[in-house]
């Protein structure tokens, strides 16, 4: 059975930095796209970065420069690595891996910009 788990979620000031984590297990974890995801209250879920099985990396717009996806597949590990907060960065942020038909979600973990 794969199991995802996020973790590392936590309230920050504006301008501070949260490293959220991964684990996908249950599963041959490089082959997988990863991806994160967020959803804050009142608005649809939106993706964030991906990191794909061939090593390629891409973010949102919003996030580019400030955000970045660090895959170690000797962990089972994605990692987003977030600099520079601000208040609408504010959301719960989900994990998925994909491949083609299989998709497994995370539970969420809270992330909260606020002074």
């Known amino acids: 059975q794969v199991q995802v788990v996020e973790s590392g979620g936590g309230s920050v000031q504006p301008g501070g930095s949260l490293r959220l984590s991964c684990t996908a297990s249950?599963?041959?974890?490089?082959?997988?796209?990863m991806y994160w995801h967020r959803q804050a209250p009142g608005k649809q879920r939106e993706w964030v970065a991906l990191s794909t099985s061939g090593g390629r990396t891409n973010m949102r717009d919003s996030v580019k420069g400030r955000f970045t996806i660090i895959r170690d597949n000797t962990k089972n590990t994605v990692y987003l690595q977030m600099n520079s907060l601000v208040p609408e960065d504010t959301a719960v942020y989900y994990c998925?891996?994909?491949?083609?038909?299989?998709?497994?979600w995370g539970q969420g973990t809270q992330v909260t910009v606020s002074s």
């Open positions: 998925q891996a994909w491949r083609r038909e299989d998709s497994y």
């Open positions: 249950g599963t041959d974890f490089s082959i997988y796209t």
